[in-house]
């Protein structure tokens, strides 16, 4: 009989054997996997074990290839590793992006952000990859944004930064290119709800003033809360329109929550037609990107306090060549700064 073997790494530990197993054989039902442990089908460490058996890092897990279901067959390297990814910073915890433009997080068809992860991870790590974690983006940008991207390298890391997110203790900061000019920095805090039609109708907008918003039996019916502090840093033109450089600051993270914002406001970001701005031409033809998170001092899992990304090459060049005051504005020194 041939077997399987998986080594179990640090995320492993402590974990049952029967739990890590059903990893494996999802098809399974659990009264089967413990059959299957009895009779010594799956083992730790070259013996039976107990299906309460809890998992040390280095154990080797055996599974009868039979009970295996054949995978799916792995795109050539080459493939796997078409999408170049950028490192801001990395560490055993988190590995953090700098996102390209035009690739999706995950799904959406073609090679994702999600499957370079993976595939880095495996090359790196080997027979030493955890049976119970996958590393993943912990959180989302749109295919057309680019920018910082937080990914999991382990699972304390995957837990210490979803926790923190959900807390509100990381910071995340942008800088969008929006048709028009924005008049002065304010805050936008509406329900923005989808529904159908139109793709530039796509997107409505219901004011909900913030006294009002508790006692509002509606809030939660007609739309998700969402708040976004947004202040120009600069103006200029660009093919023939005027727009304005936008440093925006989320604190809620709904869904196209800048892109429906920006629109519903009167200031949809330059080329994005779906949400009713005019077409831009170029390489890229929406500009917006993840520019810098904040997280806590200190923090138990060695990110920086501050994490910056450099604009793509396309966005750059317009920072340069389009907008006059760049000189003279903090932001757009400090977004330089970041690309040198």
Request: proline residues 6%; aromatic residues 8%; contains cysteine.
């Amino acid at each position: 009989m041939q077997f399987l073997s998986f080594s179990a790494a640090t995320d492993d530990d402590g974990r049952r054997l029967d739990r890590v197993v059903r990893r494996y054989l999802a098809e399974q039902p659990l009264g089967g996997i413990y059959a299957h442990i009895r009779k010594g089908l799956i083992r730790v460490n070259e013996k039976k074990a107990d299906a309460a058996y809890r998992l040390h890092a280095g154990d080797v897990v055996a599974i009868a290839d039979f009970l295996v279901p054949a995978a799916p067959a792995a795109p050539a390297p080459k493939e796997m590793h078409r999408i170049q990814l950028s490192d801001i910073f990395c560490n055993d915890a988190v590995r953090i992006i700098n996102k390209p433009y035009g690739v999706s997080v995950q799904g959406g068809g073609g090679m994702t952000v999600a499957d370079a992860i993976k595939a880095d991870y495996a090359e790196k790590h080997g027979l030493r990859q955890s049976l119970s974690f996958t590393p993943a983006p912990l959180h989302r940008l749109d295919r057309q944004t680019t920018g910082i991207l937080v990914c999991s390298q382990n699972l304390r890391g995957a837990q210490w930064f979803s926790h923190a997110l959900a807390l509100h203790r990381i910071q995340k900061e942008y800088i969008a290119l929006v048709q028009g000019r924005l008049p002065a920095a304010c805050v936008w805090q509406d329900a923005v709800c989808p529904y159908g039609g139109q793709p530039q109708k796509r997107f409505h907008r219901v004011t909900i003033p913030a006294a009002a918003e508790k006692q509002n039996s509606a809030f939660t019916a007609k739309g998700k809360h969402a708040l976004t502090a947004i202040a120009p840093a600069a103006y200029g033109t660009f093919q023939g329109r005027t727009v304005t450089l936008a440093h925006i600051v989320i604190a809620t993270g709904r869904k196209h929550q800048i892109r429906a914002h920006s629109s519903a406001h009167g200031f949809p970001l330059a080329g994005d037609t779906a949400y009713g701005a005019a077409p831009v031409s170029g390489s890229q033809s929406l500009f917006l990107h993840a520019w810098r998170i904040t997280v806590p001092e200190h923090n138990e899992i060695g990110i920086p306090a501050h994490v910056q990304a450099p604009p793509p090459k396309p966005f750059m060049r317009i920072l340069q060549n389009s907008l006059p005051e760049i000189a003279n504005n903090s932001i757009l020194q400090a977004i330089l700064d970041t690309a040198l």
